[in-house]
């Protein structure tokens, strides 16, 4: 079968067909190249005719032009000469044994010779001596043509005429130099600023002054020591490394860190702001990195090294994963429901379930619509400005000085030097130390990061408890305290993830509340009514009418209990059923120990709390409920998918992702024989499972709220009576023990839990029929004690007269369903209630309580340690409808949106 053998447009492969070197004739001209110089000499012959004529007025144009035919012969023989050129090559082009001769036997021998005997070099500067003296030729005989003189007289004379021109060259030069002047000098002004220099003497900071990031700092001071004694590593083959980013949360103590390297090593500090390099125009950040590069090198050769910290880094040019996200690192548009704090937020979950929430979150959102011309608006923007960034060479700039190439020193040594012949001096080695700083390093380019450039990446995440104490410890240090070290201790522990800023704030926060009370110095109440109002902050002034009070405390009792009985790997830390500016009530939980693992029971524990607000609302409001727990449900499903489809915490082993990726059906499924989207059979099996899984655990939650019944209802009863309680409070209403600022003893009378229990009553048939609560909360004198015994367990457990001792902690055999208190007899064990009786209202600093981790509950950050505490607040109040008048109504039922 014959082939197709037309040609094919493109590109001639390399051995086929006619190339340049090949061709039978010249290629042909374009009329401007062939008339290009006759037109050229033309119009020289044109300027000396001018000029003969401006010499002598009378002379008419004929005569001159006779004159200059005359005298400039020179200029006729060149345009001979041009006409001979233009015919050989019209006759190169019609001719191909002519073009072959003179292109191969010609000039081809003439090539062929000059390329045995001589360099490419040697015959570049040649041609370049050539080609001046072509044009000092032409220079003498023009001159000479204008100065009546001949060519080579004129040569001589030509300084003189320069001379006498001088003054009006030196005026453009000069005006041409104020030209530039003004663009240098704005441009010189727009590149100062953003950059600080602190000299040696300047700098008190040391490695004592960081606390709690001692694996860091060991680190680092390897770094130093290569940038103090670089011959320790350069003289075994070793380069010392020149770059370091620290990374982790803010506040942790990245800034202090870089300071004390130099207060250490006694060289000078150059701080570059994060704004430095944001610019109105583009360029001046390239000047700015250009004119800082310089300064590091003057003072590293002056001081024998530099250091250079770059805070904020990713505003130098954001190129990385997170490129084209908003503000903290979600994109435009997408920030997850579940960041909001409340009972329908998920801030009484652990730290892992939260970045497991947020990323799942992340994953389902989508980007709000933008404006559709404004896309064109930051195109402009970006080519005429800077765009309110870092513009596209400051970067650049930045990256080709941390590892490009370092020109020679001086003009002697650059210029002087080689103008002898002379191999200039190298560059020397500059001791610059890069550190850098950063919150999202995901958003740094690559190429920044590289070794090289930034050699080492330490990341400076939060304390562990031993820093924390001692953070706390210094801190403490500098005011007056009565705490002791157990109560430090404590409090490191209730602060799982506070930083170094935190913990400087909460003690200053300390000192202002004891300094308000006429006080100089700290109590542990201060510290506890610091830490609450850092977290929580103040409470505001509005109060709950009485249904909704009481199913707000209910909402929050059934969490409580629900945790109190199933999650035996945290604490609770706080309870409160204020008002704040984001909640309406919560319940948080702390860590009391450093846990990097997490386990089925510990995610099932979560589930368990998360439904306990609905088991709670149906059992107690006779089978209704709020629309509250809506953000309740949504963390329990999303926590029970993982662990049935992803994690293998269910009843199939298979992972739903993987099996959805590539097709292979339902995940522990055994095939259905239909023609089914399998994408379509797994979700709905996946999500039949699920539903099952939470159908059990919810069945759970209902045997456990029925079992502690009465716990729920005397927790509740202390949140309305005291609004907000401590861990240890919460503890000991449930063990009905004595607490640091409520006594639970009273709650084994028998007659107040009738009392209890007939307020309930009243409250759901008031939350029937909307109308007022027909009982007064029963009555329950406060407790006496000392202010600095706020967090101290006391040293006995107290025994019910029946003989069922109440639990000291969560039985760690205990079911979800069992762990039920004892009802204790009318009379506490001591005979009576306690003296110095206030009423049900008392409040203040003390009853207040704390509670919270002072970074106020933040969801952790990509790769860190889960956040430890975990609050649950509630959400739109009762499971009534709003009214007009009352606090926080929300039309719509849904929370979260005020």
């Not at 061709?23 to 003969?52: G, S």
């Not at 805070?311 to 690192?329: C, I, N």
Request: with cysteine; aromatic share 8%.
């Amino acid at each position: 079968m014959e082939q197709d053998t037309a040609p094919v447009e493109g590109l001639r492969p390399p051995d086929e067909g006619p190339r340049d070197d090949r061709r039978p004739t010249r290629p042909k001209l374009p009329m401007w190249d062939r008339v290009k110089f006759i037109l050229l000499l033309a119009l020289l012959w044109l300027v000396l005719v001018w000029a003969a004529m401006a010499d002598n007025p009378l002379l008419p144009f004929d005569d001159a032009a006779r004159v200059q035919a005359r005298d400039s012969v020179w200029i006729f023989v060149l345009i001979g000469l041009e006409v001979l050129r233009q015919i050989h090559f019209l006759v190169s082009e019609r001719w191909s044994g002519y073009h072959h001769f003179w292109t191969h036997r010609v000039f081809g021998g003439v090539e062929r010779v000059s390329h045995r005997r001589l360099s490419d070099w040697t015959r570049f500067r040649i041609a370049r001596a050539v080609k001046w003296v072509f044009w000092i030729v032409v220079f003498a005989l023009v001159a000479g043509a204008a100065l009546d003189t001949s060519p080579f007289l004129a040569l001589f004379q030509a300084p003189a005429l320069l001379w006498q021109f001088l003054p009006l060259i030196v005026q453009i030069v000069l005006l041409m130099f104020v030209l530039i002047l003004q663009f240098v000098a704005l441009f010189w002004f727009l590149s100062r600023g953003g950059i600080e220099t602190y000299y040696p003497d300047d700098i008190k900071t040391r490695f004592t002054d960081v606390w709690g990031q001692d694996h860091v700092l060991d680190r680092i001071r390897e770094n130093l020591l290569f940038l103090e004694k670089p011959d320790a590593i350069e003289a075994k083959g070793g380069y010392v490394p020149g770059g370091i980013l620290l990374w982790g949360p803010p506040g942790t103590g990245k800034t202090l860190m870089a300071e004390a390297m130099a207060g250490e090593t006694g060289r000078p500090y150059v701080f570059v702001d994060p704004g430095a390099f944001t610019n109105m125009f583009m360029g001046v950040g390239i000047l700015k990195v250009k004119s800082l590069f310089r300064k590091l090198r003057k003072l590293a050769l002056r001081y024998g090294g530099v250091i250079v910290f770059f805070d904020e880094a990713d505003s130098l040019g954001r190129r990385g994963a997170l490129a084209q996200g908003g503000p903290g690192g979600f994109p435009r548009g997408m920030r997850p429901a579940v960041f909001d704090e409340g009972c329908h937020g998920f801030s009484y979950l652990s730290g892992d379930t939260r970045w497991m929430l947020t990323r799942t979150a992340m994953s389902v959102a989508k980007p709000a619509p933008e404006d559709p011309g404004a896309g064109r608006n930051r195109v402009v923007m970006g080519n005429m400005m800077g765009g309110g960034g870092g513009d596209m060479g400051t970067l650049q700039a930045l990256l080709s000085e941390l590892s490009g190439l370092k020109k020679p020193r001086g003009l002697v040594n650059r210029y002087v030097r080689r103008l002898l012949g002379m191999r200039p001096k190298p560059p020397p080695k500059y001791r610059i130390l890069t550190v850098m700083a950063s919150n999202l390093p995901e958003a740094l380019d690559e190429a920044l990061l590289r070794p090289g450039r930034i050699d080492r990446i330490y990341k400076v995440g939060y304390p562990s408890k031993a820093g924390r104490v001692r953070t706390y410890q210094g801190y403490l240090d500098k005011v007056r305290n009565e705490l002791t070290e157990d109560e430090v201790d404590k409090l490191a522990v209730i602060t799982p993830y506070a930083t170094g800023a935190t913990i400087k704030d909460l003690v200053n926060e300390a000192l202002i509340t004891a300094i308000r009370d006429d006080r100089e110095v700290i109590e542990w109440r201060d510290v506890m009514q610091a830490k609450r109002l850092k977290q929580l902050g103040p409470p505001e002034d509005v109060e709950y009418i009485e249904r909704e009070r009481h199913a707000v405390a209910v909402h929050e009792a059934c969490h409580a209990v629900a945790a109190y009985r199933t999650r035996y790997h945290m604490e609770i830390d706080i309870a409160t059923i204020e008002k704040g500016a984001e909640y309406l009530g919560m319940v948080a939980s702390i860590k009391p120990e450093d846990q990097f693992t997490r386990w089925r029971t510990e995610y099932e524990s979560d589930i368990y709390v998360s439904l306990a607000s609905l088991a709670g609302e149906r059992m107690f409001f006779e089978g209704d409920s709020s629309s509250g727990v809506s953000g309740d449900l949504e963390h329990a499903t999303t926590v029970a998918t993982q662990m049935e489809g992803f994690w293998g915490m269910g009843s199939t082993v298979s992972s739903y992702a993987t099996s959805a990726q590539i097709g292979t059906g339902t995940p522990g499924g055994r095939g259905q024989g239909n023609r089914e989207d399998p994408e379509d059979v797994a979700r709905r099996a996946l999500a039949d499972r699920i539903e099952d899984n939470l159908t059990a655990y919810l069945e759970q939650v209902v045997e456990l709220l029925k079992a502690n019944r009465r716990e729920v209802l005397t927790l509740a009863h202390a949140l309305e009576t005291h609004k907000t309680l401590t861990g240890e409070d919460v503890v000991a209403v449930l063990e009905r023990r004595q607490g640091p600022l409520v006594d639970g003893t009273v709650y084994q009378r028998e007659e107040l839990l009738r009392e209890i229990e007939d307020y309930h009553r009243a409250a759901v048939a008031a939350h029937r029929g909307h109308a007022k609560v027909s009982v007064t909360l029963p009555f329950v004198p406060a407790a006496t004690v000392t202010p600095d015994s706020a967090w101290r367990p006391p040293t006995a457990i107290t025994a019910s007269p029946n003989g069922a001792d109440a639990p000291a902690g969560a039985d760690p055999d205990a079911s979800p369903n069992g762990g039920a208190l004892a009802d204790g007899p009318d009379a506490s064990p001591n005979g009576g209630t306690p003296a110095d009786a206030t009423g049900p209202d008392t409040t203040g600093p003390d009853t207040a309580g704390a509670g919270a981790s002072p970074n106020g509950g933040a969801a952790a950050e990509v790769g860190d340690e889960p956040e430890a505490t975990a609050a649950e607040p509630h959400p739109n109040g009762a499971a009534e409808s709003p009214r007009a008048g009352e606090p926080e109504a929300n039309a719509t039922g849904e929370p979260g949106h005020r």
